[in-house]
């Protein structure tokens, strides 16, 4: 991958993150975009998104998230100057969660007591 294409993907994820930070405050407070990968030609690009909660409500703002996908795209090239701004699929990232789950398993192999959220008894 060539240093142009890892700053536009950076610069791409930054904008995303700070788009959904600034405009759509309440429906995207669980998600995080973690990773943009585009094409060497930036006509495709892969939007990996972490989004937290349980699985019913991971889906409800992933689908969200695709029905506002233009609108974002739109913004996005309002942002950025490139000759072509990559048309955008949008990837959930389990990695978080699979993290958590993996975590949980050693705690479990190693005899500890499984722990729940922050301040739960």
Known sequence: ?????????EL?????????R??????ALAITVTEVR???DLRE???FVSILGDPEEVGRRFRWLRRHAP????????????KFLPRFEYKLDKSASQTARLM???DQVEGKPPQGPPGAP
């Open 12 to 20: 791409i994820q930054r904008e995303l993150n700070d788009i959904l």
């Open 22 to 27: 600034q405009r759509y405050q309440s429906e």
């Open 71 to 82: 609108a974002i795209r739109g913004e996005v090239g309002r942002r950025i100057v490139l």
């Open 1 to 9: 991958m060539s240093a142009r294409t890892v700053r536009v993907n």
């Open 45 to 47: 690009g892969r939007v």
């Open 104 to 106: 949980e398993l050693l």
């Open 38 to 40: 585009v094409s060497p």
